[in-house]
């Protein structure tokens, strides 16, 4: 017997590899023999580059970049086992998880250290790309990331603008005569999960600024530096990005990418599946675990653990859902998807336990379900 196991992360108490890991645990307790095949994955957000590099057998680089408020940090970039293609978080140099409460500034926050990460790779020769843009703590409409890349924002006196979403109010013109010329000659694959447009309520800064700090009347003031950001592209070059479909992804970076890469964008568990060849690894598999922290309707707008499923009913292999909680009003519509689905937190299991002892009790339950299928 062959089982997969590709959970997500367990937000809060495991990386995906580690849940993975648990998993298997779990299925060697019950039978050693049982053959197990980690590929733990990722939305596009948090841990994609870690599932890659796992999955891949790729390596990661260390890097001194700039955080969101312009101080040095050490992030990483993942090379991918090909040794061609390099996997960019975003929030690695540009995240919510990188400042304090008391430090959200979404008036001042850039994404300059991403652009970093990137010319860095761009200085070692690789030309592919996939970038994850979940968890950015910035605003900016990416212009900090374009400036590291040599692209220069400035008001009506030639001056260069400072950083952040705040400072576009004055912006005037874009001089891309010092763009990095090696982008054009590179692709991106964007992992993102948003397709909400650059501005407007449903927009990048109404609908994702209040968790970066923005206040109401702050949030008015950024979508307004937003349209004079995107008019200002749209004069330069001819495109308009106000309401393209995933250019509000990371504050604005999205849109970035729309207008300046040669860029694709795809839901992130796809970028992952297709990255670490899901499908071909499943054919000869008899079942399929994945999970992730918690599992509701969230998850069922392409969430990790449904890109899983959907993708083993192609090949009809049964997928189980075992996830640290499951929401009680999602349960009818994930059975759908589902053969199986079990919650570490139940009636004798409190929410706060499962977290604290996750590894533990996501042992137990995989080794209960599976203990069920095997008898099947």
Same mark, same amino acid.
Do not use: W
């Given at each position: 017997?062959?089982?997969?196991?590709?959970?997500?992360?367990?937000?809060?108490?495991?990386?995906?590899?580690?849940?993975?890991?648990?998993?298997?645990?779990?299925?060697?307790?019950?039978?050693?023999?049982?053959?197990?095949?980690?590929?733990?994955?990722?939305?596009?957000?948090?841990?994609?580059?870690?599932?890659?590099?796992?999955?891949?057998?790729?390596?990661?680089?260390?890097?001194?970049?700039?955080?969101?408020?312009?101080?040095?940090?050490?992030?990483?970039?993942?090379?991918?086992?090909?040794?061609?293609?390099?996997?960019?978080?975003?929030?690695?140099?540009?995240?919510?998880?990188?400042?304090?409460?008391?430090?959200?500034?979404?008036?001042?926050?850039?994404?300059?250290?991403?652009?970093?990460?990137?010319?860095?790779?761009?200085?070692?020769?690789?030309?592919?790309?996939?970038?994850?843009?979940?968890?950015?703590?910035?605003?900016?409409?990416?212009?900090?990331?374009?400036?590291?890349?040599?692209?220069?924002?400035?008001?009506?006196?030639?001056?260069?603008?400072?950083?952040?979403?705040?400072?576009?109010?004055?912006?005037?013109?874009?001089?891309?005569?010092?763009?990095?010329?090696?982008?054009?000659?590179?692709?991106?694959?964007?992992?993102?999960?948003?397709?909400?447009?650059?501005?407007?309520?449903?927009?990048?800064?109404?609908?994702?600024?209040?968790?970066?700090?923005?206040?109401?009347?702050?949030?008015?003031?950024?979508?307004?530096?937003?349209?004079?950001?995107?008019?200002?592209?749209?004069?330069?070059?001819?495109?308009?990005?106000?309401?393209?479909?995933?250019?509000?992804?990371?504050?604005?970076?999205?849109?970035?990418?729309?207008?300046?890469?040669? /860029?694709?964008?795809?839901?992130?568990?796809? @970028?992952?599946?297709? %990255?670490?060849? !899901?499908? #071909?690894?499943?054919?000869? +598999? =008899?079942?399929?675990?994945?999970?992730?922290?918690?599992?509701?309707?969230?998850?069922?707008?392409?969430?990790?653990?449904?890109?899983?499923?959907?993708?083993?009913?192609?090949?009809?292999?049964?997928?189980?859902?075992? /996830?640290?909680?499951?929401?009680?009003?999602? @349960?009818?519509?994930? %059975?759908?998807? !589902?053969? #199986?689905?079990?919650?570490? +937190? =139940?009636?004798?299991?409190?929410?706060?336990?499962?977290?604290?002892?996750?590894?533990?009790?996501?042992?137990?339950?995989?080794?209960?379900?599976?203990?069920?299928?095997?008898?099947?």
């Amino acid at each position: 017997m062959k089982i997969v196991i590709s959970p997500d992360s367990f937000k809060g108490s495991l990386s995906a590899t580690e849940a993975a890991q648990a998993m298997a645990a779990g299925i060697r307790s019950l039978d050693s023999s049982i053959e197990t095949l980690i590929l733990p994955v990722a939305d596009g957000g948090e841990g994609t580059m870690e599932s890659l590099i796992r999955a891949t057998h790729g390596k990661t680089i260390s890097v001194t970049v700039s955080d969101p408020l312009r101080r040095s940090i050490t992030a990483e970039y993942g090379v991918l086992g090909d040794g061609e293609t390099c996997v960019i978080e975003m929030a690695k140099a540009s995240g919510l998880t990188l400042l304090i409460t008391e430090e959200l500034n979404a008036l001042r926050a850039t994404s300059f250290g991403t652009g970093e990460l990137i010319l860095d790779a761009l200085d070692k020769g690789y030309r592919k790309f996939i970038v994850g843009l979940g968890g950015s703590a910035t605003n900016d409409g990416g212009t900090g990331m374009l400036k590291a890349l040599g692209m220069k924002f400035q008001n009506y006196l030639g001056e260069e603008l400072n950083d952040g979403g705040g400072a576009l109010k004055e912006l005037a013109r874009i001089d891309l005569t010092q763009f990095d010329r090696r982008i054009a000659e590179s692709e991106f694959i964007i992992a993102s999960d948003v397709d909400n447009p650059f501005i407007g309520h449903n927009g990048a800064t109404f609908v994702f600024g209040p968790q970066k700090g923005a206040t109401e009347e702050l949030v008015d003031i950024l979508d307004r530096n937003l349209k004079i950001l995107a008019d200002v592209i749209e004069c330069s070059i001819g495109i308009s990005i106000h309401n393209k479909e995933g250019a509000g992804a990371a504050g604005g970076m999205g849109g970035a990418f729309q207008a300046f890469f040669p /860029s694709m964008m795809k839901p992130g568990i796809q @970028v992952v599946m297709e %990255a670490v060849d !899901f499908e #071909s690894r499943i054919l000869d +598999a =008899d079942l399929v675990l994945t999970g992730e922290g918690k599992s509701d309707a969230q998850t069922l707008s392409g969430k990790a653990p449904i890109g899983i499923a959907k993708a083993a009913k192609e090949y009809n292999v049964p997928v189980f859902l075992i /996830s640290g909680s499951v929401s009680n009003e999602a @349960v009818q519509e994930l %059975a759908k998807y !589902f053969h #199986s689905i079990g919650s570490i +937190a =139940d009636e004798n299991i409190s929410i706060e336990n499962s977290m604290e002892n996750a590894e533990h009790h996501l042992k137990m339950k995989t080794r209960e379900m599976v203990s069920k299928f095997i008898k099947i």
